[in-house]
């Protein structure tokens, strides 16, 4: 029997906790990041490769999702920009080559999967969880239930504070 009410169990509330830490994680790093690889990007004004020529792709690269699009030397220096701004900007990685953004992002993602495969231990959510962890929801119905999780478990959930408190840890909330 489930100390919490409606056959909530504390695994289940913890899980949603972490989603609401990462959650918040994301939203602290993300316009770091994303202001300073533009910032790298108008500044460099790096082309893209001259192999995608004949794709008919020639111009600079201004947003962060095309810098796939780089040669190899460019997408180097572009890295070791946004490597010298990201300490600039004392956000902390797991490893010197990664990016906050990116680790938070999967961060996000491992919690939100916890929470739904926690979620198959409850009789009336256990077909929902197994969709999810099965591809067959949309990213759209996976958002709206990890949305409608959280917000039925936030009464049960600890004070803003000490979730303020794991929020501050960062990066190492998997430990």
Partial sequence: MSAYPNGFTAKMIEAAERVLVAQAFEMH??????????????????????????LGINRVILDRKETFLLGEADRELFLQETFKARD??????????????????????????ELLLSLAEHPKFSSVAKAAESGTLTVDERNKVIDLTTRLLSPYMRNAKDLLNDLMKGPELND
């Fill in 29 to 54: 790093v993300r316009p770091v990041v994303t202001a300073y690889e533009a910032e790298i990007l108008q500044r460099l004004q790096l082309r893209s490769d001259p192999r995608f020529k004949v």
């Fill in 88 to 113: 600039a900007a004392k956000l902390i990685v797991s490893k010197p080559e990664n990016c906050p953004l990116s680790e938070a992002l999967t961060l996000r993602l491992a919690a939100e999967r």
